[in-house]
């Protein structure tokens, strides 16, 4: 019904694994046009703001690549920001996350994130699109003005950002899950995105109101 557009989105999950609802999704719906991975985030609902200001931040992936390569990176970004757009109604400020800002360290994971950046970057400009990208940057020169005026003086995102894009699954679930527990966010998700149709998992320990709040989600990725 989703595929054939007789319903604007599909909710589900209660009862099924995530991989046999990632499964499901990606050869029912498949990638959306100029996407060529589908991908999650989490809406990290903070309970105090960020240094910057910001209430809601999202982080990507969190859910579904262990270790995407630069170019699904940049897949996963672009599909990111569209879920930020079309869910907060502001720009995306997109940051690519590394231990390093600006070539302040050398290593191999850090070259992957520096071509990345350089690759999104290049799509907002040959693309024309209302986003503002930056990396590689640190979390705290990412998120905090003070920090990111001594690390990364001139940058459109570092100190601003509002979209978090980590290297691989590793760092995005370990990040999500400690916000969360640490700094009592709420963490809804994951929000899958890059799909043609709006599409998104439940856990099977779900309660009536996580399936109420990620309809909701869904309602906005249709709107958007």
């Known amino acids: ?3 054939n557009h007789k319903v604007d989105g599909l909710v ?4 099924a694994s995530t991989p046999d609802m990632l499964r499901a999704s990606f050869n029912c719906i498949g990638t959306a046009p100029g996407i060529s991975i ?5 809406v990290m609902d903070l309970a105090n703001p ?3 200001g910001e209430r809601v931040l999202l982080y990507a992936d969190c859910g579904v690549n262990p270790n995407p390569t630069a170019d699904q990176m940049v897949d996963i970004a672009y599909a990111t920001a569209l879920t930020y757009r079309s869910l907060l109604g502001k720009q995306p400020k997109v940051a ?3 231990f390093s800002t600006a070539g302040s360290a050398k290593h191999e ?8 950046a350089n ?3 290049a799509k907002i400009k040959a693309e024309n699109l209302d986003i503002v990208a930056d990396g590689e940057l640190q979390g705290d020169a990412a998120l905090v003005p003070t920090v990111a005026a001594s690390k990364a003086p001139g940058s459109e995102v570092a100190g601003q950002a509002n979209v978090l894009i980590f290297p691989d699954l590793n760092a995005g679930n370990i990040a999500y899950k400690l916000t969360e527990r640490l700094a009592g966010a709420g963490a809804y998700g994951p929000i899958l995105q890059g799909l043609a149709r709006p599409l998104n998992d439940l856990s099977r320990g779900c309660s009536a109101e996580d399936i109420y709040a990620v309809a909701a989600i869904t309602v906005c990725q249709a709107i958007g």
Request: charged share 20%; hydrophobic share 45%.
């Open 1 to 3: 019904m989703t595929r």
């Open 12 to 15: 589900a999950g209660s009862i």
């Open 38 to 42: 589908g991908s999650s985030c989490f």
């Open 50 to 52: 960020a240094p910057n």
């Open 96 to 98: 690519f996350l590394s």
């Open 109 to 116: 994971i850090v070259d992957k994130v520096i071509e990345a």
């Open 119 to 121: 690759k999104f970057k």
